[in-house]
């Protein structure tokens, strides 16, 4: 049958033709989305679940409407519209790059509980043969490779017969067909007929205002559900285009009047025992003595930074998988604060957070990689340094990884230890560097050697936790199972909490351990199939251990209140005693007054704007251009989230979150967030 060039008519057939294929494909990319994550989904009935099929569909036509603009546009020549050939190898190109696109983010969504967004860039602007090795090695990639090909052929015939099935037969092509596609008033009325129809899809909704936002699709209880409603390719360009942006534009939006925001955020970190100073040009540096009857009989500081440590599978914080069960015991004899939370979701923010003592800010969620990160801050390498301690950072990678050394060398390190510097180790990933077991190891090794009449502190930071978890081929420990897709993760926890085990089972052979602080914390948590609000509070809440002689007499073996990293170099200062001058964002937990239950600031990656405050038992969430929704949560065994409605708390939380948020954007651009002159009495 021989078919002639296309009509107006089957030129807008084979344009929906064209976009139900893409609605379908895109359907069938969520529903594997849901297949690849299916132990998110819990108890949430199938009416919820198709809940995010129908939000979808509006992300989806988003689109959808930006593929099929060549299409609407040829409608006013009937020479473009005579290019059906193009057309189609334009619809497969486009189809098979967000085909691949909607591949990566099975494994994407499953490590981060996040559609594409800004991380995908992030890691690419790093050391690429790190990020390719650890795609390779942790992720199917052959495997996902393969499958796209499939799909791609797929999608090349299916667009071929949909040209096919709208083309019109020859011999039944009738002349007022012609007619009608011939004449130029005809294309122009029908163009801005459909052009009307792009514009109503291209936004998502017919409301006035801003367009749909990722907001509308948070429309359930479930936050695994919620997140499937978005497209993950619109969640990607709208990363790439904050990215490209002017830096200013992804900053904190100031809404209250400077004075305002310090006089908050001053009210928020200062205690009894702070005495503020320079006001004029800082906004909370101040001179803290702590009192002398909370300080420990102590002289070294030990922090020890555990990658992915989650406080979820944490025993001691109520979990029976006994993944911890040396993290568990070592509890038992310091302070655990079980009300903790990492500042981000990445582990430069926890490094920073916990080092540097500064907040993960929007704008700024890779500090140590931009020029601000080389201001100085009043974190534990200033400090310290200024009181004549030596200092150690033993790590298993490299140093280059995320400007380690440049970040931290000019914050006051000098002695680095990493990849390179292990002989014949236990196990070494061909990605990340050597196992726990050879970090703690040398680690150990090179603090029994410090000189005793010496003060120092020390930084470790594990590795074997992060995909594709350097892991020995004979594991010390029992795999886990009966986790699905987290076994893996799970077992890499178990093996770092057994080498952490390890390293203290030699510290306490070592002269410096009996007047040692030991500072053990988790750089982030990571996702379950369980969420707990919008900015999931498992990839935040981390265990926190202060192991010291004399802790628990003084200060019990657990502590309630709201932490997050910030307030671990004051709380580490407070124990130490002696009069510092310090610009912590964060304050002494271990000072607070008694009717205080702390308070947090916390930020996932991704160069967004979603933030949210923790006070007490309430977490308060805000996005972007989306109202803050509080909650109540509880952690540990019987975990939960409830949406409340209380305004006058909303009101007080949000003003304290905007305020911290402000103060400290405007403090790091004005380099004004730390201490010029540390001195201690």
């Not at 534009?249 to 004075?259: A, E, G, I, Y």
């Not at 025992?273 to 906004?283: C, E, G, K, M, R």
């Not at 409340?644 to 948020?661: P, Q, V």
Request: hydrophobic content about 45%; some cysteine.
């Amino acid at each position: 049958m021989q078919l002639s060039k296309p009509t107006l008519k089957s030129h807008l057939a084979f344009t929906i033709l064209s976009a139900l294929i893409l609605l379908l494909m895109f359907s069938l990319l969520r529903l594997a989305l849901l297949i690849h994550n299916h132990d998110q989904i819990g108890t949430t009935p199938l009416s919820v679940v198709a809940e995010a099929f129908f939000n979808g569909v509006r992300f989806d036509l988003r689109v959808v409407v930006v593929a099929c603009i060549p299409l609407l546009l040829a409608i006013l020549s009937r020479r473009a519209m005579a290019a059906r050939l193009m057309y189609r190898w334009w619809l497969i190109g486009f189809a098979s790059i967000t085909l691949f696109l909607g591949i990566v983010e099975l494994d994407f969504y499953q490590s981060f509980n996040q559609r594409l967004n800004s991380l995908v860039f992030q890691y690419f602007k790093e050391d690429p043969a790190t990020v390719v090795s650890m795609v390779w090695y942790g992720f199917p990639v052959a495997r996902y490779l393969l499958a796209w090909l499939v799909g791609t052929l797929v999608l090349v015939q299916i667009f071929k017969y949909a040209d096919i099935l709208t083309r019109p037969e020859l011999t039944n092509a009738s002349l007022s067909t012609r007619f009608f596609t011939h004449q130029w008033y005809w294309r122009l009325l029908v163009f801005i007929v459909f052009l009307a129809v792009f514009i109503v899809a291209a936004r998502g909704t017919l409301r006035q205002g801003p367009p749909l936002r990722w907001g509308d699709a948070f429309t359930t209880e479930s936050m695994f559900v919620n997140e499937l409603g978005l497209n993950g390719t619109l969640t990607l360009y709208e990363a790439a285009k904050t990215m490209l942006s002017d830096q200013r534009q992804k900053l904190w939006k100031s809404s209250l009047p400077d004075v305002q925001a310090q006089a908050i955020v001053r009210k928020m970190l200062l205690t009894p025992d702070d005495q503020l100073i320079d006001s004029d040009i800082a906004a909370v540096r101040r001179d803290f003595n702590p009192p002398a009857n909370n300080t420990l009989q102590i002289k070294n500081v030990v922090v020890i930074l555990m990658e992915s440590f989650s406080g979820q599978y944490v025993g001691a914080l109520g979990n029976d998988d006994n993944i911890t069960p040396n993290f568990d015991k070592l509890s038992r004899e310091g302070l655990l604060f079980n009300r903790f939370f990492s500042n981000g979701t990445h582990t430069h923010q926890g490094m920073f957070a916990t080092m540097a003592c500064f907040p993960n800010l929007p704008g700024f969620e890779y500090l140590m990689q931009t020029p601000e990160g080389q201001n100085k801050f009043s974190g534990l390498p200033q400090l310290l340094s200024a009181r004549a301690f030596d200092n150690l950072y033993v790590y298993n990678g490299d140093f280059a990884w995320d400007n380690q050394a440049g970040f931290f060398g000019n914050q006051g390190m000098s002695n680095f230890i990493g990849r390179k510097d292990y002989i014949n180790p236990v196990f070494s990933d061909p990605t990340w560097g050597v196992s726990d077991q050879d970090m703690f190891d040398r680690g150990a090794v090179e603090l029994a050697k410090k000189d005793t009449a010496k003060p120092f502190y020390a930084l470790l930071q594990t590795l074997s936790n992060h995909t594709p978890y350097a892991l020995p081929k004979d594991l010390p420990v029992e795999r886990v199972t009966g986790h699905g897709s987290l076994d893996e993760h799970l077992t890499a926890m178990r093996y770092s909490d057994w080498a952490l085990g390890q390293f203290f089972e030699k510290a306490r052979k070592s002269p410096y351990f009996k007047n040692t602080l030991f500072v053990v914390v988790g750089d982030h948590g990571f996702g379950s199939n369980i969420h707990l609000t919008e900015m999931d509070l498992y990839r935040f809440h981390v265990p926190l251990l202060f192991i010291a002689p004399g802790i628990q007499e003084k200060f019990g073996a657990t502590n309630n209140v709201v932490g997050t990293q910030v307030d671990i170099v004051p709380t580490i200062m407070g124990r130490l005693g002696g009069n510092v001058r310090h610009q912590c964002w964060g304050r002494d937990l271990l000072n607070l007054p008694a009717v205080d239950q702390g308070e947090g600031v916390i930020k996932p990656s991704g160069n967004d704007q979603t933030v949210a405050i923790i006070r007490d038992h309430y977490v308060l969430v805000k996005a972007k251009g989306v109202d803050a929704r509080l909650y109540d949560y509880q952690l540990g065994k019987d975990a939960m989230v409830k949406h409340i409605d209380d305004e006058a708390r909303s009101k007080d939380m949000l003003l304290n979150l905007e305020g911290f948020l402000q103060t400290a954007t405007k403090s790091l651009l004005d380099n004004t967030a730390g201490v010029n002159d540390s001195h201690d009495e």
